[in-house]
């Protein structure tokens, strides 16, 4: 059993049909394409000739998001059972405050966490990574690095760091290695 067999279809059917119409929209267009609950509610407004308020948007995510809890609970059990994650995290201002969205991801699912806290925490609240034992990939962050499983370098991060140190350090190795990883990627998707 592999991907989708996982998940039930009802818990599909109900995660595409969460909210529909109007409500839908208030609910994705700060989500799926961050934008401002103030830009949201202008487009609403130019959409359907009334402006909601910040409330009903945020009513309109709570009640997106309670309605996706099962779904969310079968995402992070087929996670688990997946060899390879992939994990990262970048800063995003919230209020005018640094928090942090963490993605948990493999070739067939992503789970997003938002929190305070960049470190462990964080981790422990996703509710994925403490019990995982499969390989990791990640950019070397010493919290993943701390993690009980096998880890794995993201390429990209590597390649930006030997970059750096060419480009900033004048350290010819790393221009060097870097031409040598870029050449036998491009050899391996010919």
């Known amino acids: 059993m ?35 609950l103030a830009r949201t509610a202008e487009i609403i407004a130019t959409l359907y000739g009334s402006a909601p308020t910040d409330g009903t948007i945020m009513l309109n ?21 997946e060899p390879v994650l992939y994990a990262d995290e970048t800063g995003s201002k919230v209020n005018g405050k640094l928090d942090w969205l963490h993605i948990l991801t493999c070739a067939s699912y992503t789970l997003y966490g938002h929190h305070q806290s960049r470190g462990y925490d964080a981790l422990v609240a996703m509710g994925v990574l403490p019990a995982y034992r499969g390989m990791l990939m990640h950019d070397a962050w010493h919290t993943y690095l ?19 140190l060419h480009e900033f350090f004048q350290q010819d190795w790393a221009g060097d290695l870097r031409s040598g990883m870029q050449l036998v990627y491009h050899q391996l998707i010919a």
């Open 2 to 36: 592999r991907d989708k067999d996982l998940l039930e279809p009802c818990a599909l059917r109900e995660a595409s049909t969460v909210l529909r119409g109007v409500g839908s929209r208030k609910a994705s267009l700060p989500t799926r394409h961050f934008i401002p």
């Open 61 to 81: 995510l709570n009640v997106a998001s309670k309605r996706l809890k099962g779904f969310e609970a079968q995402v992070e059990v087929a996670l688990l059972a």
């Open 146 to 164: 701390s993690l009980p499983m096998d880890h794995a370098l993201c390429n990209a991060h590597l390649l930006r760091e030997l970059r750096g």
